[in-house]
């Protein structure tokens, strides 16, 4: 198999609303497959939509900010779990079409959240990739990933993984990812800005992989429409009222080449990105650059991946 038809859905998600973004997700990813697509990526969190409020609310940092807490008592109540019964219409979509599906969720492991990138596959259970390093603003609410979530899936095609967002800067987590040997990337964004687009494209090229840069489309209205699905919180709106810009997540979502060539581009709205991907342009660029491989010095550099789950406590 060396054509592979991907997708991905540059969509809305409905913020704190996990059930509604679900249903939209479902329905999303099934109008990508019926199109023809065998691989299907969504942006980062696009369950729980992506926590605008933390970079755009002014004061949302400050300690003990009513707003924030209310957003954060919200995700904990509606967050994901690990084994959630309400993503088996993604899995049962999987598993019937044989396709997979990559979607950013907020996850809570007992009283923390998470950020997690799931790869549902069909036949197998969704593989977890959880951020390792939440950036800046976003460690008021999520906690940090392990190394036991760095992996790739299999498929007959393949293998493909994920990295979230500035992930895509740390370097080793680059190499780990690119001796796993991926023929497709994901990397999701809540938007796929300038700088984001030449990450996504440096590895590309540098991994000698088809990256699938996912970014959401997201709006203050948005969040005013997600809380009310949830039951309303005062201190929540009165946080969101603050944020000054009415479009806040503008997709840019982008299919990439091995050689950093952009195959396919989206705009600034909803949409279902869709490219054909000649799986042979990997084996051909690997003539000139094998990170993993020819263009490495093992014998100067060495790496080390510690895959243990990390959970603090032991119980003998």
Known sequence: MTQLPVAICQAAPIPLDFNGGIEKATHLSREAIGGGARFVAFGETFLGGYPLWLDEAPGAALWDHPGTRACHQIMLDNAIVPGDERLLPLQELCDESGACISIGAHERVRSSLYNNQLLFRPGLPPLDHRKLVPTHGERLIWMRGDGSTL????????????????????????????????????????????????????????????????????????????????????????????????????????????????????????????????LSEIGQNLASLDTDGHYSRPDVFELSVDTRAKDGVNWG
Request: charged share 25%.
């Open 151 to 278: 992996g790739v899936h299999e498929a007959e095609w393949g293998s493909a993984g994920n990295l979230i967002c500035w992930e895509h800067w740390m370097p080793l987590a680059r190499a780990a990812m690119h001796n796993l040997g991926e023929s497709l990337h994901v990397a999701a964004w809540p938007t796929v800005r300038e700088e984001y687009a030449l990450a996504s494209r440096h590895y590309a090229m540098e991994g000698r992989c088809f990256v699938l840069a996912a970014g959401l489309v997201q709006t203050k209205a948005d969040l005013f429409e997600g809380l009310e699905n949830v039951g309303g919180s005062a201190e929540a709106k009165e946080l969101f009222d603050t944020i000054e810009s009415d479009v806040l997540n503008r997709g840019g979502s982008m299919i990439v080449a091995p050689d950093a060539r952009v195959v396919a581009q989206a705009g600034e709205g909803e949409e279902i990105l869709r490219a054909e991907l000649d």
